[in-house]
């Protein structure tokens, strides 16, 4: 009889997201209308900010599932860069 595995890998139950890491970056993994999705919205797992930003857009992501809300184009679940002032691109010469 073949030993028992001391970390055996679970997946999420359909409808439910559980973050994984892989190289050192956060992603998202979810069934939905019996697919597999991994979203890596561009985070970083040694970051405490970062894993902050990573579940409230778990969270984010379950609601939406829940309520039917689901962004296929994963755009709502990706960090949104903020803008740059048009100011501070010009450069004096």
């Known amino acids: 009889m073949p030993a028992k595995s001391l970390q055996t890998r679970q997946r999420a139950k359909p409808g439910k997201v559980r973050l994984k890491v892989a190289r050192n970056s956060i992603q998202f993994v ?14 970083a797992a040694d970051s405490p900010w970062d894993q902050k930003q990573a579940q409230d857009l778990a969270f984010q992501l379950q609601k939406d599932l829940e ?27």
């Open 30 to 43: 979810f069934t939905h209308d019996g697919k597999r999705h991994y979203i890596a919205p561009g985070l």
């Open 67 to 93: 309520y039917g809300e689901f962004d296929a184009s994963y755009a709502r679940y990706k960090l949104q860069p903020e803008p740059v002032a048009e100011e501070s691109l010009t450069t004096e010469l």
